[in-house]
């Protein structure tokens, strides 16, 4: 199955992602993540997005569909995956749409995580996340047993640049105006299905199971 998860930042859509990959044995494909990685190895793509991502900006289409296209192009994806912070605009939808034809391939669903501004301004704010594997804490909701250290492989925990306050804001503008309209886009195409993204993380993954199930998408 091929899906997306679609939602502000900080709904959770990530830490859904990681436990619907294990439970499911779906690829996951973080844009966030990929583009992230690149600006840490500083090759030419991640020297492009680096700014973008600082400033809390959409990085330019053409870096990010290549990306995405050759990704779900590859072997690992074959039996399904699940996107996670792609398609952010119409453009981009159209051109996963066109490159799922392509492979004789569709979208299954799309999850939209419906979550208030002030649940995602203080689940960002609270983000924590490990530089060694990337693990995904929050100093409230999902605290390491040590403070600063990762539960999994003991790395040093650290504060997403993008997380800082100002750059919160401008990626929730960011949104509003560039991916927002998607909600529509699949919901007239009968992919979308909303889920309370506000809920507690447990909750939250039997929700979307039950959906899994409702859909036949679950075996
Ligand atoms: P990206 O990394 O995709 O960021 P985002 O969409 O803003 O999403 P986040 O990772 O911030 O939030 P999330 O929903 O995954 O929440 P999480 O699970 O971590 O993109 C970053 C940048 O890259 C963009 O600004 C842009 O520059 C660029 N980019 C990426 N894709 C692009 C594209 N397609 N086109 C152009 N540019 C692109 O959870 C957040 C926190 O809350 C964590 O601390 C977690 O522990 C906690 N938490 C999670 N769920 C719950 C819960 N249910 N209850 C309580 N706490 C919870």
């Known amino acids: ?15 859904q992602a990681k436990v619907l990959s294990k439970e499911f044995g779906l690829l996951h494909i973080s844009t966030g993540d990929m583009l992230r990685n690149a600006a840490k190895r500083g090759d030419g793509i991640g020297k492009k997005a680096a700014g973008y991502i600082e ?46 034809e392509q492979k004789n391939k569709k979208l299954d669903l799309v999850l939209y995580f419906s979550t208030s ?31 600063g250290i990762c539960d999994a492989c003991g790395g040093e925990l650290y504060q997403r640049p993008d997380d800082k306050e100002e750059t919160v804001k401008n990626r929730l503008k960011v949104y509003d105006k560039e991916t927002k309209s998607l909600i529509d886009y ?29 859909e036949g998408l679950d075996g």
């Open 1 to 15: 199955m091929n899906i997306v998860l679609l939602g502000p930042p900080g709904a959770g859509k990530g830490t």
């Open 117 to 147: 501004e002030k649940v995602s301004v203080e689940r960002l704010s609270g983000r924590r996340v490990c530089r060694k594997c990337g693990s995904n804490y929050h100093v409230k909701n999902m605290p390491p047993k040590k403070e």
């Open 186 to 214: 699949y919901r007239s195409q009968g992919l979308l299905r909303e889920i309370n993204g506000d809920m507690e993380v447990g909750d939250l993954f039997g929700v979307i199971k039950a959906i899994f199930v409702k």
């Open 55 to 100: 400033r809390g900006e959409l990085v330019p289409d053409e870096i990010v569909v290549s990306l995405v296209v050759s990704r779900i192009s590859q072997k690992d994806a074959e039996k399904g995956f699940m996107l996670d912070g792609f398609p952010r605009n119409t453009k981009q939808a159209d051109i996963l749409s066109l490159a799922l």
